[in-house]
């Protein structure tokens, strides 16, 4: 009876620390400066139609309130050919679309970009009849991505 409670424990409790331990984000270090990495970014979604939302510049609001913030700026976009497609799987998909992506740098002084995979975003909403769109996406955001960090 106890190595049945072991095992029924270890197969309940072991993917819920696996998915707790899980962020759902991509970071990739930059080879360039924050503000060139999202300029880069930008640059090579408007040239796929790619819509730009908006760009915020957490360093500069928290500097108008006095702190002092390393440099950090979200880009917000989305494609609606392909994420209007969760949404019709799954509406709460919404609060995760459209995309973001994060410049920042960090401690060392080392430029990341940072956006969430769009395979976590698919099973946080439980979206499990779109593996043709998540794959694409996934793919996609990895070559803009890679462009615009100078990354291969």
Aim: no cysteine.
């Amino acid at each position: 009876m106890k190595r049945l409670f072991i095992l029924i424990s270890l197969v309940v409790l072991v993917p819920i620390m696996s998915v707790a331990g899980d962020n759902g984000m991509i970071s990739k270090k930059s080879n360039f400066s924050v503000k060139v990495t999202l300029d880069r970014l930008e640059n090579v979604l408007r040239k796929k139609g790619i819509t730009i939302v908006t760009r915020w510049s957490h360093d500069a609001g928290a500097k108008k309130a006095g702190i002092d913030l390393r440099p950090t700026e979200l880009l917000i976009f989305g494609n609606p050919k392909m994420g209007s497609h969760f949404f019709t799987s799954n509406q709460t998909a919404g609060i995760d679309l459209p995309m973001k992506a994060l410049a920042w740098k960090d401690e060392k002084g080392q430029v990341w970009l940072t956006y969430n995979d769009p395979v976590y975003i698919a099973n946080r909403h439980s979206i499990n009849d779109r593996p043709a769109i998540v794959k694409k996406m996934t793919g996609a955001l990895n070559n803009l991505t890679n462009a615009a960090t100078g990354n291969k």
